[in-house]
């Protein structure tokens, strides 16, 4: 397959929006954040290896399988992250903690 090919639909796919997380949250919800984050992260990493994928012919699912792969490899990705993941949330649920106690402590100070 073309590289050039698949670079454009990689382009076309709207750019999913990050999970946020409210001020002040709690360890859990933080956690469960990173998380999402990371299956997001996940998702847009696994994505490009399905787009290769032809859907019509033998076996291939046609027009309907080209239209839930979205939601298929965000499946995966959550599976994934659920089985360990790439390591992510842990160091994104740290960085969360740490700028929310920077906050609480410039927001003291000011």
Known sequence: MDPQLSLAAVDRRPAPEAPRVKPGATPDAIAKTAKEFEAMVVGELI????????????????????????MLVREY????VASGGIGLSDAVAQEMIRMQ?????????G
């Open 101 to 109: 106690t920077m906050g609480a402590t410039n927001a003291a100070a």
């Open 77 to 80: 990705a959550k599976s994934i």
């Open 47 to 70: 994505a490009p290896m399905f787009e290769a994928l032809d859907t019509d012919g033998f076996g291939g699912g046609g027009a309907g399988e080209k239209m839930f792969r979205p």
